[in-house]
């Protein structure tokens, strides 16, 4: 597999990161991929509150129905 310099380098970050090898990284990597159904949960749950810049209106702005 042949992998673009930009490719390596993040996978090299991840595995650092990880104390873990490049190979762990691409596998688990390809799991997810291949997974027959992808759960919407885990990536809402890691990915939830990592906006720093993310403005929500306060409660009494709110339009109620």
């Given at each position: 597999m042949y992998l673009t310099q930009a490719q390596r380098e993040r996978i090299d970050r991840?595995?650092?990161s990880k104390g873990?090898?490049?190979?762990e990284v691409i596998r688990t990597a390809l799991d997810e991929y291949l997974a027959d159904?992808?759960?919407?949960?885990?990536?809402?749950?890691a990915?939830?509150?990592r906006d720093?810049?993310?403005?929500?209106p306060s409660r009494?702005?709110?339009?109620r129905g």
């Open positions: 991840v595995a650092r873990v090898t490049m190979a159904s992808a759960d919407p949960t885990e990536a809402l749950a990915t939830f509150g720093p810049n993310a403005d929500a009494d702005e709110w339009e």
